[in-house]
């Protein structure tokens, strides 16, 4: 009930702004729920039958988005955008208001400007260049949380698409300025700190170029420790304490696409992920995931897809592959059904988990199998 009350007030807020300054203004959401099973759920190997509080086909949001023009080929924008946990109706993101995304900037002919709470280059390019997204039983997603909640706090992002060649940069001052968590695994780390301007920092860059069959693109992102900040790769080996500046967590991406036919799409990509602290008694972990998806468009009305994705760490001698297909069926344009199988098989000591966000995480060396079965609305 509150959440809705501050929804509906931003609601008449934006309505009043709009009436005075012309401005366009969208809003628009999606709602995503269904029943899961998954063995294997416990360190005792239980099984679960839940309703998925992260995901399902794609996370709950509601949004507001809007543009004004500011005429000579400008034009000021904003967006806001709310992620909630359909089967509780619970904030996500820490309990963030506006956890997904929360900006304001200013476009023209040479791109676009924006400041505060977005998305960093390792989202985007994995969003826009694969072809599941960041469902329940996406591989890139489980295995390397961080993927699919790759966002900052207290951010400046450039974004500029010239004949189909996009770059985007951006730069974080703290990338978690309520403290109350950006990632599974990454602890807390507000920054901002005097006399440190390095405590959690967070910056990327990304170059992408999109043809009409093809795209690839490659993305890299690296987060300064700080207080509270951990390191995580959610594999069964503890979390590491990232808690100094010259400590880092950095990503590198390359990844693409291709339509192979009309109804027929491939997609592939590489992840190195390297965790290096400024202790000499540390060494320098990494990992490195792999993946291949596809889509099959059967009929105007049903899709199929899926994927397979591999990682491993050397340091902690941990591995896992996890494979998932998934079938959806389009009741009309805005509203699906759905059904995913997804697997996972852990190396004899690696403790990786096959659903997004690692809340159903298996004994060490177990494999896992889960099914779920959903509907989504988008609006």
């Not at 004004?68 to 709310?82: I, P, V």
């Not at 060649?165 to 920054?191: E, V």
């Not at 990844?255 to 202790?279: E, H, I, M, P």
Request: proline share 3%; with cysteine.
């Amino acid at each position: 009930m509150k959440l809705i009350s501050v929804v509906v007030l931003c609601a008449a807020g934006i309505a009043c702004a709009t009436a005075r300054a012309q401005n366009s203004v969208t809003l628009y959401g999606i709602v995503d729920t269904g029943v899961e099973f998954v063995t294997h759920a416990n360190a005792a190997g239980d099984s679960l039958v839940r309703m998925p509080a992260i995901t399902g086909s794609l996370p709950s949001r509601i949004g507001f988005k809007g543009t004004e023009d500011l005429g000579g080929g400008y034009r000021a924008q904003f967006q806001l955008e709310n992620g909630f946990n359909l089967r509780g109706g619970d904030l996500g993101q820490g309990g963030r208001l506006f956890g997904r995304q929360a900006w304001v900037g200013v476009g023209g002919p040479v791109g676009m400007l924006s400041f505060g709470r977005q998305y960093t280059a390792t989202y985007l390019v994995l969003l826009e260049n694969s072809l599941i997204g960041p469902s329940l039983y996406n591989g890139i997603g489980t295995l390397d949380a961080y993927t699919s909640n790759a966002r900052a706090d207290n951010s400046v992002v450039y974004r500029g698409t010239f004949a189909g060649l996009t770059a985007f940069g951006s730069y974080s001052f703290g990338r978690d300025s309520t403290g109350t968590g950006n990632s599974p695994g990454q602890g807390i780390c507000a920054g901002s700190l005097p006399g440190d301007y390095r405590a959690c920092k967070d910056w990327s860059v990304m170059l992408k170029y999109d043809a009409p069959n093809f795209g690839v693109g490659m993305a890299y992102e690296e987060q300064h420790g700080g207080p509270g900040a951990t390191a995580s790769f959610l594999d069964g080996v503890p979390a590491i304490q990232n808690a100094t500046s010259g400590d880092r967590d950095a990503r590198l991406i390359a990844n693409g696409y291709a339509k192979v036919f009309d109804v027929v799409r491939l997609a592939a990509g590489y992840v190195n992920r390297r965790v290096s602290t400024d202790g000499l008694d540390m060494p320098t972990l990494r990992s490195n995931l792999f993946y291949l998806e596809v889509s099959y468009r059967i009929t105007p009305a049903f899709l199929i897809d899926g994927g397979v994705y591999r990682i491993v760490n050397a340091e902690h001698d941990t591995r896992a592959t996890t494979a998932s297909v998934r079938g959806m069926y389009f009741l009309s344009k805005t509203t699906a059904v759905y059904g995913q199988l997804g697997f996972l098989a852990n190396s004899r000591v690696a403790r990786y988990s096959l659903g997004a966000g690692g809340l159903a995480t298996p004994p060490v060396g177990a494999n896992q199998t889960g099914i779920m079965v959903g509907i989504r609305n988008m609006f």
